[in-house]
């Protein structure tokens, strides 16, 4: 096995962080969806699925590096908003917690002298850097546009290359 001993179970908590973080964004999509905001909607309907995909990169990495991930259920997920503004600003809190989540495992890679894990870890890190200003950005964008979303909507299409 390549992981080095203490890395197994932070990694598999790692898969549920980011399962959640899918069912998460799945919860916000469904909440602009219900608004009838169809750009919102299906712009965290594909972030829920770039989330799907980095629990997927956890497993298979754990599964190439000679080990058995295992899947656990995942906490509470949150489905009421009050705003459009509420739901992004909670999906940046999660984005920063990701972010957390990622920098403990790459301290934990380098305090293991696990260079494999550590050198894996590094596209999560670039990751979470785009993932955070993205969010970020998209609320600068709610906040700018006050009551009127569909000025967010234009601005979520024209931003997909629809």
Same mark, same amino acid.
């Given at each position: 096995?390549l992981?080095?001993?203490?890395?197994?179970?932070?990694?598999?908590q790692?898969?549920?962080?980011?399962?959640?973080?899918?069912?998460?964004?799945?919860?916000?999509?469904?909440?602009?969806?219900?608004?009838?905001?169809?750009e919102?909607?299906?712009?965290?309907?594909?972030?829920?699925?770039?989330?799907?995909?980095?629990?997927?990169?956890?497993?298979?990495?754990?599964?190439?590096?000679?080990a058995?991930?295992?899947?656990?259920?995942?906490?509470d997920?949150?489905?009421?908003?009050?705003?459009?503004?509420?739901?992004?600003k909670?999906? !940046?809190? =999660?984005e920063? #917690?990701?972010?957390?989540?990622?920098?403990? /495992? &790459?301290?934990?890679?380098?305090?293991?002298?696990?260079y494999?894990?550590?050198?894996?870890?590094q596209?999560?890190?670039?990751e979470?850097?785009?993932?955070?200003?993205?969010?970020?950005? !998209?609320l =600068?964008?709610? #906040?700018?546009?006050?009551?009127?979303?569909? /000025? &967010?909507?234009?601005?979520?299409?024209?931003q997909?290359?629809?």
């Amino acid at each position: 096995m390549l992981l080095k001993s203490g890395l197994l179970e932070p990694l598999n908590q790692q898969i549920t962080n980011e399962f959640h973080a899918h069912t998460q964004y799945v919860a916000i999509a469904t909440y602009f969806d219900d608004q009838g905001l169809p750009e919102l909607a299906g712009h965290f309907y594909h972030q829920s699925e770039e989330e799907r995909d980095h629990a997927m990169k956890f497993v298979r990495y754990i599964l190439d590096a000679g080990a058995r991930p295992t899947i656990t259920g995942i906490p509470d997920i949150k489905n009421d908003f009050s705003s459009a503004s509420e739901a992004v600003k909670f999906a !940046l809190d =999660q984005e920063l #917690k990701v972010t957390e989540q990622i920098n403990d /495992l &790459v301290r934990l890679a380098i305090e293991k002298s696990d260079y494999t894990t550590h050198t894996f870890l590094q596209w999560f890190v670039t990751e979470q850097v785009e993932e955070v200003s993205s969010m970020s950005n !998209l609320l =600068q964008i709610i #906040k700018h546009a006050g009551n009127s979303l569909l /000025l &967010v909507e234009d601005y979520v299409r024209r931003q997909s290359g629809a």
